[in-house]
């Protein structure tokens, strides 16, 4: 149950948004991200969102690989 | 009318009559529907299929259906997995004490409404009521009957390397519908159970071809429960392209916030066939001129190695086992 | 003409040097490495082991028992994960004390709990406080709004812990580490970087396919070129500093203690507890619960398993009598379990 997934904010409310996981909705608590904006991409964990998601993952394969 | 059930309803005199009168025979209504203690039937020359299924869903009602319309599905589909036109359905209930009657209505013209498209005639049924508390609010249980076409022959024993295995809608509904009605998690999302009578779809898929190994219906325990006994019942190796695997994407998002699988949430209106692999993309294309298979997809196939197992490709193109079935992830799901 | 840049992928298949450990702490890393079918690519010079990273895992015992005590001798509506309701205590499960009338709700977030609390005054309410730094701002948070709420009826049974002590304690166990990427989410990179000092090589890993490879092929890159390293392979969500306002909150709410955990013995300073200003809301202080010391199973082997000190197949319980439906131990009931991934994902293939 402590699994962490990426989705996309709808709506914002104080400290309190509505993620949506590919069509699937749910309020989150909101309060340990700082300048999050509707349409932003948050990593959720028992409920609460623990970061904002930057790039996607291939993109930061390249940048790794890259650097490697 | 009462408003609401009673004791009195069940007892077996006036209250009884009236309310198997204005309930049950006001929506089944056909001639072999009488009031004696049996219905008589004639019988065909060859083989019927004779099922029965007892249902105990909760909540009764949700997005895409109720136990009512559920409890014709479930028998109509056994039948439709044996090769078996679905003729004759009698059906038990056992109603709590207070359960209100506008709702017992709606339950029974789904039931109607479900036979009348299945074909089916529902020609017996009782009414028993049980005491507040001493049933959850409606059970309800089907018996079938049906007539096995010629030249068919399903069983769980017959699939057989070289098979394509096919899964005729997206998975998972029915079990994500029933978790979002108990309202547990607090999530939202347009999910409707796929709950549906099949036999419509069975037979266009016999049209195309007599030679289906297996059909099974995947109710409790999902797709993924079914391969596995497919998988045992006939010796067999079972491999899955996870890609191919058709869920709607709402289904995946809840599956992905509690971590769910969702291969083994329940199906309601969701056959798996195995077919030889040549003729697979005409029993598709068959499948894909109905609404209920319109996402019908051939989701792996059947091999010889790793007899009783079901393997998967993975998204990095390697290969893993599918967890086996565990114990039931949802109480009361049918 | 242009190089082809060879894959993570490339990189582990042909990876033919000396026999390498690498070593995963996370819970959902074992799982999702044996689901992606990565141990099946993995050549055999190199060891992928499992380390102590499910919470539910490392959790002693004793933890089921005060919480068995609470629901059914305190009655106490208990608020939990999922996966800590069937993992076996000295005497029953939290499942089977459900049998006995226990009241046992699973909750998703820490916050449904307290709502819970809220809407039910009369019941005493505990939230089973499992979890790593990942989940321990969940728990916070849920504290700081039963205390904003003044609500009396809400308490936590703390068994929140963290994982750099936990590191240094394995760091003889691995070559390399593959960091829980969402533990470095909210702490910051800062304890690995000074683990390197230390000589403790490690990447901070995503749970994507690609994440996964692209740890991997970094990890074998290089530990060739011999020295202690840290890479951040997971930058789109681990930022060096980490979450901040998170690490206020659990600095707020929280302070270390020392901890135990199953195999490992007490870890100093491993673990979470209320600070006093909130210590209302301690569960074990609120209903006086004594000591307790859980005792479990002789054969089973989830303490070594933990260390990476042995397989989850060499213990003589494994797929016996020890399984997932009729578990001896946590780690083969919880979902992050290194027993419950082996049994259910048939493995026993590099390490």
């Known amino acids: ?68 | 009318m009462d408003k609401i059930v009673t004791l009195a309803h069940g007892a077996g005199g006036k209250q009884t009559s009236e309310l198997i009168n204005r309930i049950f025979k006001a929506h089944f209504s056909n001639p072999d529907l009488t009031a004696d203690d049996a219905a008589v039937l004639p019988v065909e020359a060859g083989n019927i299929a004779f099922t029965t299924d007892g249902f105990i869903v909760s909540p009764y009602e949700f997005p895409g259906g109720n136990i009512g319309k559920l409890s014709i599905c479930g028998t109509v589909n056994d039948l439709s997995c044996m090769g078996a036109k679905p003729l004759y359905l009698s059906c038990a209930f056992v109603i709590e004490e207070g359960f209100p009657m506008e709702k017992l209505e709606q339950i029974a013209v789904s039931m109607e409404k479900t036979a009348k498209e299945a074909g089916v005639r529902i020609v017996a049924g009782d009414t028993k009521v049980a005491g507040k508390g001493q049933v959850d609010n409606i059970f309800i249980t089907t018996t079938g009957i049906g007539h096995i076409m010629e030249g068919v022959n399903t069983s769980g024993k017959l699939a057989q390397p070289g098979d394509a295995v096919i899964v005729t809608g997206d998975i998972g509904r029915h079990g994500c519908t029933i978790l979002l009605s108990r309202d547990e998690f607090g999530i939202d999302a347009e999910i409707t159970s796929d709950c549906a009578p099949l036999w419509g779809i069975t037979e266009k898929m016999f049209e195309t071809t007599k030679e289906i190994h297996v059909i099974r219906d995947a109710t409790r325990g999902g797709v993924g429960t079914v391969l596995y006994e497919i998988a045992e019942q006939s010796n067999v190796g079972i491999r899955l392209d996870t890609e191919k695997i058709p869920v709607a994407g709402e289904v995946s998002g809840v599956c992905g916030m509690l971590g769910l699988e969702p291969l083994y949430l329940a199906c309601e209106g969701r056959l798996v066939v195995f077919v030889p692999k040549e003729i697979a993309p005409a029993v598709i294309e068959a499948l894909h001129g109905s609404p209920y298979s319109k996402n019908a997809a051939i989701i792996g196939e059947v091999i010889s190695d790793m007899p009783g197992k079901v393997v998967m490709k993975t998204a990095i193109g390697s290969q893993t086992l599918l967890p086996q079935p565990g114990g039931e992830l949802l109480p009361r799901i049918c | ?351």
């Open chain 3, 1 to 351: 003409m242009e190089n082809r840049k060879v894959s993570p992928k490339e990189i582990i298949e042909s990876y033919n040097g000396r026999h390498l450990r690498i070593m995963e702490v996370c819970g959902t890393h074992t799982h999702e490495i044996f689901r992606l079918g990565i141990r099946k690519i993995v050549p055999e010079s190199i060891e992928l082991i499992s380390g102590p990273g499910c919470p539910v895992c490392v959790t002693p015992v004793g933890y089921i028992d005060e919480a068995v005590m609470l629901s059914l001798d305190i009655g106490a509506v208990i608020c939990t994960f999922g996966d800590l309701i069937r993992v076996p205590g000295t005497e029953m499960s939290l499942a089977v004390a459900r049998s006995k009338g226990a009241v046992i709700k699973t909750v998703y977030s820490p916050i449904d709990a307290v709502e819970y609390a809220q809407e039910n005054p009369d019941k005493k309410v505990v939230f089973l406080a499992v979890g790593f730094e990942t989940t321990a701002p969940a728990a916070c948070l849920a504290i700081k709004k039963a205390k904003e709420a003044g609500l009396t009826n809400f308490t936590i049974l703390g068994a929140n812990k963290t994982m750099p002590n936990a590191y240094l304690a394995l760091k003889d166990s691995a070559d390399a580490f593959l960091y829980p990427g969402h533990v470095n989410a909210i702490a910051g990179t800062a304890v690995c970087e000074q683990l390197v000092k230390e000589g403790v090589s490690g990447v901070v890993t995503g749970f994507t396919a690609s994440e996964l490879l692209t740890a991997l092929a970094v990890v074998i890159q290089l530990t060739k070129k011999g020295k202690p390293f840290l890479v951040n392979c997971y930058p789109r969500v681990v930022k060096p500093e980490g979450n901040v306002p998170a690490q206020k909150l659990m600095n707020e709410v929280m302070e270390p203690c020392d901890a135990e955990w199953r195999g490992l013995g007490i870890i100093k300073g491993s673990g979470l507890k209320l600070r006093t200003a909130y210590s209302d809301f301690d569960a074990r202080l609120r209903f006086n619960l004594p000591v307790i010391t859980g005792k479990s199973n002789p054969e089973c082997c989830c303490g070594n398993v933990l260390q990476g000190k042995c397989r989850p197949s060499d213990c003589k319980l494994f797929g016996t009598g020890c399984t997932p439906q009729h578990p001896v131990g946590a780690c083969m009931v919880s979902n992050e379990g290194s027993c419950s991934a082996y049994y259910q994902y048939g493995g026993n293939f590099n390490g």
């Open chain 1, 1 to 68: 149950m402590c699994v962490g997934i990426s989705a996309r904010v709808v709506s914002i409310n104080e400290d309190t948004a509505v993620i949506d996981v590919s069509g699937a909705k749910r309020k989150i608590s909101a309060a340990l991200i700082e300048d999050l904006e509707p349409g932003d991409y948050v990593m959720v964990h028992a409920g609460i969102a623990i970061a904002k998601i930057t790039e996607s993952d291939a993109s930061e394969t390249d940048h790794i690989m890259e650097a490697l």
